[in-house]
């Protein structure tokens, strides 16, 4: 047995192997339905099983050795008769051989989530019968369903999910990239798991709460990297690690930790992070004891936990999806019972405390605003806030006293802790309706109540008297110019010329409101309005047409005759452009195909500029770093709103007479 299951080292897609295995498989099969389970049995079924792990083993795997297609048929051949044998166990009510073959497969199911060449092992289709990979994911969740309506006696360790402990540690020489791929699956597929479970089988709910948490018991923290550095020439890679842990360790930045140690190796750290004349890359020697810093299992442990911790959030919204709030409060209670003289130390699924609850939430706030894969056409955002206050509920029937929720964190956070609140007093009449601790209920929501009004003091406060930042305030002003130069197009038709002499007319064009906190340091949101770019295009197109008027002496009725090559502005109506073929063209500026040569502008009344005959002269503003015409000032008082007031000087200088054609009669 031991020689047929030993991997060959030539001729390994030998279909005569393939035989052999399912032959001796089939034959082991057989005897164990026929004879039951017997040590002789349990033994030869562990041979296969170690020889099977012979065939995952990463070290005889080389650059031109890897898995063979007959490795994987092979190992395609072990799992289906795992599958055999725990659908017989539990047809025959054989709790010894149900627990081990289950356990059996949960081994080989670790070898295939964290294998570096897991696509080639297993199928992202449902079913790839064709091939010899392993369907492993719906495998399981059909297994699992079907324990699920199983009637005779067993174990059933899958729909448990007693296997994910096998799952939880990783070894130092893993890919990150491709084992977090693994992880996120069997994560999915334990949800997919407990969802059957709290559908139908609500009495399993806890033993899954409870195979959860005692694989997590201690969960990884967060670790600090770091290789001291005394020579000068590597003294750049301090700067590396200090930008490396301030990486977040989660699922949703993997690429990114990825990508920054694989930097070190490729000279874009270097590149990135040298700051000085006598900076050298890293050799060799140096290379080595910086990447072996990194200590790749102990991160991908800590992105495990936080991925347990989102599994703790989406559990609970199923819970409260199918009202399975008895079960719910059972897995509370057993966490923490109310009379137990000690804390439970280690970690679980759930949260110990409302502090952790309510930072948890912060967390994972985007992902549960967007996470819109749940049940038919329900969001998990409702169902996910009802157990949030299910929870806080219970932690203060337990004897936890509420206090404040989130009284720190910066300007940018405030918006989303505030959400949070007002979506857990959303739940508030629905919880109250599910036990009779109505007193417990309005303590936490009078407390989430005076939370908020807390943190709405905190916000106009930090509003108020935070600093403007410079950095905002000069791209507020630069994004006003560059839509200022997006939108005039005076310059096609008439001639404008820019000075740094200061004109004769000066022009208010708006006194626009902005919000402070668009402003201020420590919020990541930037003020920006353009809406105001267009105000101030529209008051200084208005100004200029009334200077144009400026110049229109008494006279008599005159048709004003559009010219056809003349470079001209046309003042008109907007119903007598239309009729003209005029089109718009922009917020302000109407064209017409057949006459390129004007430029018209809806107004009340005619007046046609011959362009030729008038010079349009713009100061510009020196301390603009593109010299834009517009001067723009901060009225800041302290208050939510701040005023941006935007001013220009401009001349319009009449070369010839003749300038101006007024249809109809006009005063100066």
């Known amino acids: 047995m031991a020689k047929l299951l030993k991997p060959q080292s030539n001729n390994r897609s ?22 039951s389970w017997d040590l002789d049995f349990k033994e030869i079924l562990y041979q296969f099983h170690a020889a099977i792990k012979l065939r995952f083993d990463s070290r005889r795997q080389t650059e031109t050795i890897k898995l063979s297609t007959n490795d994987l048929a092979v190992i395609k051949n072990y799992w289906n008769t795992l599958l055999r044998l725990v659908r017989h166990a539990r047809k025959n009510e054989d709790i010894s051989m149900s627990f081990h073959t289950q356990r059996l497969i949960a081994d080989v199911m670790s070898w295939i989530v964290y294998h570096p060449e897991r696509q080639l092992i297993s199928s992202d289709s449902l079913r790839d019968e064709s091939t010899s990979k392993i369907s492993w994911i719906l495998d399981l969740y059909e297994l699992a369903r079907w324990q699920g309506y199983q009637t005779t006696n067993g174990i059933d360790l899958i729909l448990e999910c007693e296997w994910f402990h096998n799952l939880f540690y990783a070894s130092d020489d893993l890919d990150l990239k491709t084992s977090t791929k693994g992880l996120q699956e069997f994560h999915k597929l334990a949800i997919d798991i407990f969802d059957i479970i709290s559908k139908s089988h609500p009495h399993k709910v806890l033993s899954f709460i409870k195979n959860i948490s005692q694989a997590v018991s201690f969960g990884q923290e967060q670790q600090h990297y770091f290789v001291h550095t005394p020579d000068v020439e590597t003294q750049w890679l301090r700067n590396f690690w200090l930008d490396f842990n301030r990486t977040t360790f989660r699922i949703d930045s993997v690429g990114e930790i990825v990508d920054k140690i694989n930097s070190l190796s490729n000279g874009k750290a270097f590149t990135k992070y040298n700051n000085c004349s006598t900076s050298k890359p890293l050799n060799e020697l140096q290379l080595k004891n910086a990447l072996s810093a990194i200590k790749l299992d102990e991160i991908f442990e800590c992105i495990h936990f936080k991925l347990v911790k989102r599994m703790g959030w989406d559990v609970t919204a199923r819970l409260a999806y199918y009202e399975r709030w008895a079960e719910f409060y059972s897995c509370l209670y057993w966490k923490q019972p109310k009379e137990a003289d000690a804390n439970y130390c280690g970690e679980t699924l759930l949260a110990h405390t409302s502090n952790e609850l309510v930072n948890l939430i912060f967390t994972d706030y985007q992902q549960i605003e967007h996470y819109w894969r749940f049940k038919e056409r329900h969001a998990i955002k409702t169902y996910a806030y009802r157990a949030f206050l299910f929870q806080l509920c219970f932690f203060a029937e337990q004897g936890e006293e509420p206090k404040l929720v989130y009284n720190s964190g910066p300007f940018d956070a405030l918006t989303t802790q505030l959400d949070i609140l007002e979506s857990l007093l959303k739940q508030e009449r629905f919880i109250r309706s599910l036990r009779s601790w109505n007193p417990h209920v309005t303590n936490v929501c009078v407390n989430l109540r005076a939370s908020i009004k807390n943190l709405e003091k905190r916000k106009l406060r930090l509003n108020t008297h935070s600093k403007i930042d410079e950095q905002k305030w000069r791209a507020f002003q630069e994004s006003i110019e560059k839509s200022w130069d997006n939108i005039f197009s005076l310059a096609g038709v008439i001639d404008v010329s820019y000075s740094h002499k200061i004109a004769k007319n000066r022009v208010m064009l708006s006194k626009y ?85 004007i430029l018209a502008i809806s107004a009340d009344s005619h007046l046609l500029v011959d362009c030729s005959k008038v010079k349009l002269k713009i100061t510009k503003n020196l301390c603009s770093q593109g010299h834009s015409p517009l001067f723009i000032s901060l009225n800041d008082l302290n208050e939510p709103m701040v005023q941006i007031k935007t001013e220009m000087y401009f001349d319009l200088e009449v070369l010839e007479d003749g300038a101006f054609t007024f249809e109809g009669s006009y005063k100066t």
């Open 14 to 35: 030998d279909l005569a192997e393939i035989d052999s295995i399912n032959a001796g498989l089939e034959l082991l099969i057989y005897n164990i339905e026929q004879r």
């Open 513 to 597: 409101p902005a919000e402070r906190e668009g402003l201020i340091t420590g919020n990541k949101f930037n003020a920006y309005s353009p809406y105001m770019s267009r105000v101030i295009h529209s008051e200084f197109i208005h100004t200029l047409y009334e200077a144009c008027l400026s110049f229109v002496t008494e006279q008599k009725q005159k048709k004003i005759s559009l010219p056809k090559e003349t470079p001209a502005l046309y003042f008109s109506p907007q119903k007598n452009l239309q009729q003209l073929g005029f089109k718009r063209s922009g917020p302000k500026y109407w064209e017409n195909e057949k006459l390129k040569n």
